[in-house]
């Protein structure tokens, strides 16, 4: 096993649990009962992932699945959950996203003057005193703050991780740079429909509209673990004699999984969700109507993308029946199209050729 790959494995592994923690933490702090610190069991299942991934796979990635991910989606989206539905009481001052620290640098100089005094006691207990009036300050940081944060650092650890995690032999790095660059995009996006949604003070008042809020913000997330995006089905010449649905499956996978997860799983949840907002509780706001606007274009532009798939299928199909070309229909249109071409001029060339050697043929034998 490369030394590189074991470490960036274990590296990878050990960001999301410790951000895992981080997120059982706060939810122990906000709820003030440590039962919650059973969620932190959760974690075992991402240390059983490692454990058969370094054995199996030597450390590298699966076929279009990623168990990691996913497992780090297990162990961190109860810890949001119950944070965004407890939301409490603490709020940020004035300003939005203003933090509130209510412990003053006196601790510190009393930590140090402390330590000072006492110091035949050693640095440890410096070390000590120090960390835990860093661990107080952190607890006074408003709870919205926290909840924002988790969420950011969430999704950037998702697009991190990914990148970090070793590759398998059934992607390439070319593959998996262009699904980073979408999954920058997505989190983005998932990213301002959590916070969007859910800072409205109307929708807070309405506990089952959160509940149904936090269900389509998880069911989007479950587009991370899966790299189908980049990665197409293998098509070989035999496909020919299969049905119509496979050999579209067959050279559009990766386009018809992209239009699918902007359909049912991002765009199209969305809208439904900002469309039930306004429509049927009478809310109303600028970026509410902006974003819904977005996701009725996005999913209008994805409906156009597989008219067009559509089309040139039954192009290639037609093509086909006639027999104006002999190439397999997973193949596109104008690729047909193209082959049919240099056909007729091949055709041309062994026609010109005799006859230019039967004119040549007499005056050899003058």
Same mark, same amino acid.
């Given at each position: 096993?490369?030394?590189?790959?074991?470490?960036? &494995?274990?590296?990878?592994?050990?960001?999301?649990?410790?951000?895992? $923690?981080?997120?059982?933490?706060?939810?122990?702090? !906000?709820?003030?009962?440590?039962?919650?610190?059973? /969620?932190?069991?959760? %974690?075992?299942?991402?240390?059983?992932?490692? @454990?058969?991934?370094?054995?199996?796979?030597?450390?590298? @990635?699966?076929?279009?699945?990623?168990?990691?991910?996913?497992?780090?989606?297990?162990?961190?989206?109860?810890?949001?959950?119950?944070?965004?539905?407890?939301?409490?009481?603490?709020?940020?001052? =004035?300003?939005? @996203?203003?933090?509130? !620290? %209510?412990?003053?640098?006196?601790?510190? %100089?009393?930590? #140090?003057?402390?330590?000072?005094?006492?110091?035949?006691?050693? =640095?440890?207990?410096?070390?000590?005193?120090? *960390?835990?009036?860093?661990?107080?300050?952190?607890?006074?940081?408003?709870?919205?703050?926290?909840?924002?944060?988790?969420?950011?650092? +969430?999704?950037?650890?998702?697009?991190? @991780?990914?990148?970090?995690?070793?590759?398998?032999?059934?992607?390439?790095?070319?593959?998996?740079?262009?699904?980073? $660059?979408?999954?920058?995009?997505? &989190?983005?996006?998932? $990213?301002?429909?959590?916070?969007?949604?859910?800072?409205?003070?109307?929708? #807070?008042?309405?506990?089952?509209?959160?509940? *149904?809020?936090?269900?389509?913000?998880?069911?989007?997330?479950?587009?991370?673990? /899966?790299?189908?995006?980049?990665?197409?089905?293998?098509?070989?010449?035999?496909? =020919?004699?299969?049905?119509?649905?496979?050999?579209?499956?067959?050279?559009?996978?990766?386009?018809?999984?992209?239009?699918?997860?902007?359909?049912?799983?991002?765009?199209?949840? +969305? +809208?439904?969700?900002?469309?039930?907002?306004?429509?049927?509780?009478?809310?109303?706001?600028?970026? $509410?109507?902006?974003?819904?606007?977005?996701?009725?274009?996005?999913?209008?532009?994805?409906?156009?993308?597989?008219?067009?798939?559509?089309?040139?299928?039954?192009?290639?199909?037609?093509?086909?029946?006639?027999?104006?070309?002999?190439?397999?229909?997973?193949?596109?249109?104008?690729?047909? *199209?193209? &082959?049919? *071409?240099?056909?007729? =001029?091949?055709?041309?060339?062994?026609?010109?050729?005799?006859?230019?050697?039967?004119?040549?043929?007499?005056?050899?034998?003058?």
């Amino acid at each position: 096993m490369e030394l590189l790959v074991l470490c960036n &494995a274990l590296a990878t592994r050990l960001l999301f649990v410790l951000h895992s $923690l981080i997120g059982v933490w706060r939810v122990t702090e !906000v709820k003030k009962e440590p039962r919650y610190w059973l /969620l932190a069991l959760l %974690n075992l299942l991402l240390c059983l992932e490692t @454990g058969l991934t370094l054995k199996f796979k030597q450390g590298r @990635g699966y076929k279009w699945f990623s168990p990691a991910i996913f497992l780090y989606l297990i162990c961190t989206v109860p810890s949001l959950w119950l944070l965004e539905i407890h939301h409490g009481t603490q709020y940020c001052g =004035t300003e939005p @996203g203003a933090v509130q !620290v %209510n412990v003053s640098n006196q601790d510190f %100089n009393q930590s #140090r003057d402390s330590s000072h005094g006492t110091a035949h006691e050693g =640095t440890d207990h410096h070390i000590i005193q120090t *960390a835990k009036v860093f661990v107080n300050q952190l607890s006074t940081i408003c709870e919205t703050v926290w909840t924002l944060a988790l969420h950011q650092t +969430f999704l950037l650890l998702l697009v991190i @991780g990914r990148w970090l995690l070793p590759i398998g032999v059934e992607i390439t790095r070319d593959q998996l740079s262009q699904l980073l $660059l979408m999954f920058v995009g997505t &989190a983005a996006d998932i $990213l301002e429909f959590a916070s969007e949604t859910l800072d409205i003070e109307d929708v #807070r008042k309405n506990y089952a509209l959160i509940n *149904a809020i936090l269900a389509v913000w998880t069911w989007s997330m479950l587009q991370f673990p /899966l790299d189908l995006a980049v990665q197409h089905i293998g098509c070989k010449p035999a496909t =020919t004699s299969r049905r119509i649905p496979s050999l579209l499956l067959c050279r559009y996978s990766a386009e018809l999984w992209n239009i699918g997860v902007s359909l049912f799983i991002q765009d199209g949840p +969305f +809208f439904i969700v900002r469309s039930i907002l306004m429509g049927h509780f009478r809310i109303f706001n600028q970026m $509410l109507v902006f974003f819904t606007a977005k996701n009725i274009l996005v999913v209008t532009l994805q409906l156009y993308r597989l008219a067009v798939i559509t089309l040139d299928f039954r192009a290639t199909l037609l093509q086909k029946s006639r027999k104006e070309v002999n190439c397999c229909p997973c193949e596109p249109y104008e690729a047909c *199209a193209h &082959a049919t *071409a240099s056909q007729g =001029t091949e055709m041309k060339k062994c026609v010109a050729f005799p006859a230019k050697e039967e004119s040549e043929a007499p005056s050899e034998d003058q």
